[in-house]
């Protein structure tokens, strides 16, 4: 049969386009059907995209983009349009790039994401719509497929071309139907452009090895091809330089015995591409050197290595959809049962080494070890490397404990890569074993692991939140939202943009609730029959790993931080000033708890009589 599907050259380029339909149906399905919650960050998107001249809507910035000067739209009464514009391009503010580009010089990454984003918006004015941001994940969805499979085609190719083209299909099948490619392309976030240039880098590094580069023309297309993929990746996230830094190192190290010169060009083609980078984006290097509070170093010595076990313990998930906690592994032991497995191993095929498919295997593997060179396993000597070395390197400037499971972003664009070794792997056994257990366990072991990724709950569908009941509640209604931090309201900007009037303070401000109320009042003269949504932010980051003291301390035993100053009675304080302290005790009435990105909010009506 597999030799029936090898003399067929069009199947596989069916097969793809079905694999890549599928792909779009299901993430499609998921985010109409299933997904019931935003992320904060996919708000800054658009904020970041289309407010103009405005990147953050709860503070106002000063020349150098970094401190934090003076708080706006927080302890006073704003409209709801002002949330709206925040997230929409206005009427004569279309294709305003220059808006966007300032946006970003306050933020950790650079702006073609944004960029792209706004000029989607732009077709749109004054409409807001999350389809704008996942219509730009589709495409993305599609162009990473297609650089994947032409990737995992190259260099599965050997002699014989459809061995490589359909390997190159089963490796799009297993990326396609892992956790990490749902999250990838459900999150609106720059993270799938980031994992689309990251696999170019890797196909650009094979083209320069497979065909004569030192040519004049070679020299010219690897130069052209290594430029601008250095340009676009290095503009759509800075993760992508430590991704090509590893890859590039692990690359050139190995190529260098057999074929030092292409290595050395290579190698000094990227470190001319990124100097190119820095000299026409300046502001990366300030970006890149000025840390905001939440890009610092997450942690030293115990919590780095918290950090980085959680590092792996996604990359595990999001490739084999295997929920592998790292955080609760000794490794001395694991040390010890890998080399008894090793020895386990080594005795059985000892004392099978007689039977013919042992034998197979191995004169198989002795083949293809004599048919390559060093040079020719250069790019899965870097795809290897980078897959261990990237996480560690990433844990140190990304808190994975706060961030919880939406910190496996910084992580996407491995996913690919860790694909194309499994299915290198897996259809290497298929296609040269002769012995039909051999063939089963291989296509058992692709079902499993494609049955995985299907059934495995995504992250970014948020599916224990409820945004739009929050929407509906609070829609041409005015709001008071007391929130943990001033940041919230950029998130408080998608379910109350369609709300009349909105008041909102943090715990973190000190602003007497009563203030706002008072100018509620004052500003509408007939408060007769007056009334308003009162949101409360009820559990601040808490989880089942929260523990919560008397004093009003939160001990965030996930994180290993200490959140002081957030007394959790404050709530309790606040209900008796608004229900006693302006009009009487049964001026307000508790609706009901809405789960939030914010956590839970207790939702409550106050009416005059």
């Known amino acids: 049969m597999l030799k029936k599907i090898k003399e067929n050259n069009t199947t596989h380029i069916i097969a793809l386009w079905i694999i890549i339909l599928f792909s779009i149906l299901r993430i499609t399905y998921l985010f109409v059907n299933e997904r019931n919650g935003f992320h904060s960050d996919e708000l800054w998107s658009y904020g970041y995209a289309n407010s103009f001249y405005n990147p953050y809507i709860y503070e106002i910035r000063g020349d150098n983009r970094v401190d934090h000067l003076t708080t706006q739209n927080i302890g006073e009464w704003i409209s709801g349009e002002t949330l709206n514009d925040y997230i929409v391009v206005n009427e004569g503010e279309e294709f305003r790039f220059d808006s966007v580009i300032d946006n970003k010089r306050g933020d950790n990454s650079p702006a073609l994401y944004e960029l792209l984003l706004h000029f989607v918006c732009s077709f749109f004015p004054d409409v807001f719509s999350w389809w704008f941001g996942f219509s730009i994940q589709l495409v993305f969805l599609v162009l990473t497929l297609l ?100 890859y590039t190192a692990f690359f050139c190290v190995t190529l260098v015995w057999k074929r030092w010169k292409e290595a050395i060009t290579f190698g000094l083609l990227q470190v001319m591409a990124v100097a190119l980078y820095f000299f026409a984006y300046p502001d990366a290097w300030v970006m890149l050197t000025t840390y905001r509070e939440s890009s610092k170093p997450a942690a030293s010595g115990l919590l780095y290595i918290w950090d980085i076990r959680l590092a792996y313990t996604f990359l595990f998930r999001g490739t084999l959809g295997i929920v592998f906690d790292f955080n609760r592994v000794v490794f001395g032991p694991l040390f010890v049962a890998g080399i008894f497995f090793l020895l386990v191993l080594f005795m059985f095929g000892y004392v099978f080494r007689h039977e013919k498919w042992v034998k197979s295997i191995i ?35 990304s808190n994975f404990r706060s961030m919880g499971d939406v910190a496996d972003r910084y992580l996407m664009s491995l996913f690919p890569c860790a694909s194309i070794l499994i299915a290198s792997v897996l259809y290497r056994i298929l296609v040269s074993a002769y012995n039909h257990v051999v063939v089963l366990l291989s296509i058992l072991t692709y079902v499993f692991l494609i049955t995985l990724g299907i059934i495995n709950h995504s992250s970014y569908l948020f599916s224990e939140m409820n945004t739009k009941e929050l929407e509906d509640i609070c829609y041409k209604r005015d709001v008071v939202a007391l929130m943990p931090a001033d940041w919230e309201l950029t998130w408080l900007a998608g379910p109350l943009r369609l709300s009349n009037e909105v008041y909102a303070f943090s715990y973190n401000v000190e602003l007497n609730p009563e203030d706002g109320i008072r100018q509620y009042f004052e500003q509408v003269p007939d408060t007769d029959g007056k009334s308003f949504v009162l949101l409360v932010s009820k559990d601040v980051f808490a989880d089942e790993n929260t523990e919560f003291h008397e004093d009003g301390s939160i001990d965030m035993l996930v994180t290993g931080d200490l959140l002081h100053g957030i007394p959790r009675m404050m709530e309790k304080d606040w209900l008796n000033l608004f229900s006693q302290g302006l009009s009487g005790e049964n001026a307000l009435k508790y609706v009901k708890t809405v789960n939030t990105f914010l956590g839970k909010m207790d939702v409550f009506r106050f009416c005059l009589p």
């Open 363 to 397: 004169r198989k593997a002795k083949e293809w070890m004599h048919r390559h060179n060093i040079v020719d396993i250069a790019p899965y000597i870097g795809l290897c490397g980078t897959i261990l070395i990237y996480p560690v390197f990433v844990a140190k400037f």
């Open 147 to 246: 650089i994947l499979y032409d990737t995992a085609k190259k260099l599965l190719s050997d002699d014989d071309s459809r061995v490589g083209e359909w390997g190159a299909v089963s490796c799009c099948l297993l990326y396609s139907c892992s956790i990490g490619f749902t999250n990838t392309f459900l999150f609106i976030r720059m993270y799938g452009m980031l994992t689309f240039f990251c696999l170019c880098l890797v196909r650009v590094s094979f083209a320069f090895i497979k065909y004569s580069v030192l040519s004049y023309k070679g020299i010219i297309k690897s130069t052209i091809a290594v430029f601008c993929v250095t340009l676009l990746g290095g503009y759509t996230h800075f993760y992508y330089f430590i991704f090509a830094f590893f």
